[in-house]
């Protein structure tokens, strides 16, 4: 099932399917390491759910709901 990023809950985990976005975001998500195929996990999401933490690669990336939104990811079974 494909799923907005935004919509994962914190331990949860799913693979980048594509970035829905302008070109110049979809560039800087994939420089951050929002490529397709890579796993991502939620690792926390704020108190108003506009900000939340993932893990991709080595890094924790905190991003904006709405950018999280622009993330496409497949739910991992």
């Known amino acids: 099932m494909v799923v907005p ?3 994962l809950n914190a331990g949860e ?3 980048v399917v594509w970035i829905a976005s302008e070109p110049d975001t979809a560039r800087r998500l994939t ?3 929002f490529a397709p195929q890579e796993p991502v996990t939620c690792v926390i999401k704020g108190p108003d759910r506009c900000m ?3 893990q991709i690669r ?8 709405a950018n ?5 990811v497949k739910l991992s079974s």
Do not use: C
Not at 58 to 65: E, M, N
Not at 68 to 72: K, P
């Open 31 to 33: 420089d951050l390491g």
């Open 58 to 65: 080595d890094s924790v990336i905190a991003l904006r709901a």
């Open 68 to 72: 999280a939104a622009e993330i496409l």
């Open 52 to 54: 939340s933490a993932y």
């Open 5 to 7: 990023l935004s919509q």
């Open 13 to 15: 985990q799913a693979q």
